[in-house]
T-cell receptor
Framework: DTEVTQTPKHLVMGMTNKKSLKCEQH?????MYWYKQKAKKPPELMFV???????INESVPSRFSPECPNSSLLNLHLHALQPEDSALYLC???????????????????FGPGTRLTVT | GQQLNQSPQSMFIQEGEDVSMNCTSS?????WLWYKQEPGEGPVLLIA?????ELTSNGRLTAQFGITRKDSFLNISASIPSDVGIYFC???????????FGDGTTLTVKP
């Protein structure tokens, strides 16, 4: 099973709302990622969790707050977003993430279908 | 930061034709990954390459990890309409600790 699931599939929220995106994987992967993707652009890395600890924050505004409750779940809490935050939000997982190790199958990332977010 | 140059930006081909796209960088990568993304979906991993010079096939897809570790190409043979989508390369560098994505190649296949 190489499936990463994300909910909801679509989300429309106002700039004063608070919402959460959810991601789940049952592949035993210990690294999980949040990406933001604008139309016809590559995914942009936002956050990386390794063994449930935040390893990378790509200078993401604090209105995005990630959370990794356990090794299978990843949340992204949204608050006071701006219209320019509208995008496809992708979750991904990989077997591991550890700078310093040689490349290999550990770094193959499996993506979920994404949440299409519209901020009005 | 590291950048990948992916070309061509888009391709319009007839069904049955072969396709070739590539990614180049001024930086060295330890791993090259090729993804396909269809509208409304997340990227799907097609091929992963781990060693310089490695040539790997997955059905009609063939990809190679350049000997200099700074480039990779993906070939699709005998294209079919379901090959339509955006193809992304991604390079992983151990020192950076993350993947860098190319800007993608949009493939359109005419029946």
């Amino acid at each position: 099973d190489t499936e990463v699931t994300q909910t909801p599939k679509h989300l429309v929220m106002g700039m004063t709302n608070k919402k959460s995106l959810k991601c789940e994987q049952h592949m035993g992967h210990r690294a999980m990622y949040w990406y933001k993707q604008k139309a016809k652009k590559p995914p942009e890395l936002m956050f990386v969790y390794s063994y449930e600890k935040l390893s990378i924050n790509e200078s993401v505004p604090s209105r995005f707050s990630p959370e990794c409750p356990n090794s299978s779940l990843l949340n992204l809490h949204l608050h006071a977003l701006q219209p320019e935050d509208s995008a496809l939000y992708l979750c991904a997982s990989s077997r591991s993430f550890y700078p310093g190790l040689a490349g290999g199958p550990s770094y193959e990332q499996y993506f979920g279908p994404g949440t299409r977010l519209t901020v009005t | 930061g590291q950048q990948l140059n992916q070309s061509p930006q888009s391709m319009f081909i007839q069904e049955g034709e072969d396709v070739s796209m590539n990614c180049t960088s001024s930086s060295i990568f330890n791993t090259w990954l090729w993804y396909k993304q269809e509208p409304g979906e997340g990227p799907v991993l097609l091929i992963a390459l781990y060693k310089a010079g490695e040539l790997t096939s997955n059905g009609r897809l063939t990809a190679q990890f350049g000997i200099t570790r700074k480039d990779s190409f993906l070939n699709i043979s005998a294209s079919i309409p379901s090959d339509v989508g955006i193809y992304f390369c991604a390079g992983y560098n151990t020192n950076a600790g993350k993947s860098t994505f190319g800007d993608g190649t949009t493939l359109t296949v005419k029946p």
